[in-house]
T-cell receptor, first 115, second 111 residues
Framework: TQLLEQSPQFLSIQEGENLTVYCNSS?????LQWYRQEPGEGPVLLVT?????EVKKLKRLTFQFGDARKDSSLHITAAQPGDTGLYLC???????????????FGKGTKLSVIP | NAGVTQTPKFRVLKTGQSMTLLCAQD?????MYWYRQDPGMGLRLIHY???????AKGEVPDGYNVSRLKKQNFLLGLESAAPSQTSVYFC??????????FGPGTRLTVL
């Protein structure tokens, strides 16, 4: 079983602060995805990172894939209340079982940004 | 496009009752998935399908059955509900490239 460990589990910060959440594994993934989930809704994809060492930016969010493709981080600059939600990382499991791309999800980081 | 829709949104069952959750997608995706989400446990895959007429077991399949009679629909059945099946259930669909599109979820309580 490929496990993804996310830290911290909970994070409460003031508006304007910076933060970083981590997603770590002992397994190598060919790609890793980050989702955000708001209360009462399903997860929505933010980004997919594919290449070791890759950095992607989405406005104030910066995603990095580790060189060995075992870990990833999400950095938010100047957090805003609209960033509040559950952040999930997910690694693919290439061609397992009947050939489906199955995702292994971390347990998530619950972020609260206080105005 | 509606994307991925799930019905019902909420349901309360008594132990031993049965029910079916319906998932529909209008994106012509080949792959569909059923997950359950519990506090502190993250999203866990129950069953999935790689195409019409095919299904396969995921991480936590016991107590659930699925069917994919039409490409756009994926049904999740509970034959004899147990309190341990109290959870939020999410359906998702994707092409073969990994990005999954999720429905809004069904909150199920088994008393």
């Amino acid at each position: 079983t490929q496990l993804l460990e996310q830290s911290p589990q909970f994070l409460s910060i003031q508006e304007g602060e910076n933060l970083t959440v981590y997603c770590n594994s002992s397994s190598v993934f060919s790609s890793l995805q980050w989702y955000r989930q708001e209360p009462g809704e399903g997860p929505v994809l933010l980004v997919t990172v594919v290449t070791g060492g890759e950095v992607k930016k989405l406005k104030r969010l910066t995603f990095q894939f580790g060189d060995a493709r075992k870990d990833s981080s999400l950095h938010i600059t100047a957090a805003q209340p609209g960033d509040t939600g559950l952040y999930l990382c997910a690694g693919d499991t290439p061609y397992s079982g009947a050939g489906s791309y199955q995702l292994t999800f971390g347990k998530g980081t619950k972020l609260s940004v206080i105005p | 496009n509606a994307g991925v829709t799930q019905t019902p949104k909420f349901r309360v069952l008594k132990t031993g009752q049965s029910m079916t959750l319906l998932c529909a997608q209008d994106m012509n995706h080949e792959y569909m998935y059923w997950y359950r989400q519990d506090p502190g446990m993250g999203l866990r895959l129950i069953h999935y399908s790689v195409g019409e007429g095919t299904t396969a077991k995921g991480e936590v399949p016991d107590g659930y059955n699925v069917s994919r009679l039409k490409k756009q629909n994926f049904l999740l059945g509970l034959e004899s509900a147990a309190p341990s099946q109290t959870s939020v259930y999410f359906c998702a669909s994707s092409y073969s490239t990994g990005e999954q599109f999720f429905g809004p979820g069904t909150r199920l309580t088994v008393l």
